[in-house]
Nanobody, 121 residues
């Protein structure tokens, strides 16, 4: 069995910073890609940032230069450093992991339950 747990969300003023963490737990051997998505009220879930097992990163245009994704493969943890936050970054942020190989099975995809980020103006 495998699962993802996010942490680090909260309330911050515009211009501030937050760091999100997502740890994969369970009897996991390996994880391919990991990433962060977000969903604002009334909007569809969108990709924020992604990082492959090889370290290749991808970002949504709206966060380039402000957000940085990183990963500690040994700890099975992915981070999202968010700087210069804007009110439009307010959303529930979800962690995603792809091709998770665990003891009993391989999971094509796992999702965390989400962590709320609120940016006040």
């Amino acid at each position: 069995q495998a699962w993802l747990v996010e942490s680090g969300g909260g309330l911050v003023q515009a211009g501030g910073s937050l760091r999100l963490s997502c740890k994969a737990s369970g009897s996991i051997f390996s994880i391919n890609g990991m990433g962060w998505y977000r969903q604002a009220p009334g909007k569809q879930r969108e990709l924020v940032a992604d990082i492959t097992s090889g370290g290749t990163t991808k970002y949504a245009d709206s966060v380039i230069g402000r957000f940085t994704i990183s990963r500690d493969s040994a700890e099975k943890t992915v981070y999202l450093q968010m700087n210069s936050l804007k009110p439009e970054d307010t959303a529930v942020y979800y962690c995603n992991a792809r091709e998770v190989t665990a003891v009993m099975r391989t999971y094509p995809e796992l999702w965390g339950r989400g962590t709320l980020v609120t940016v006040s103006s």
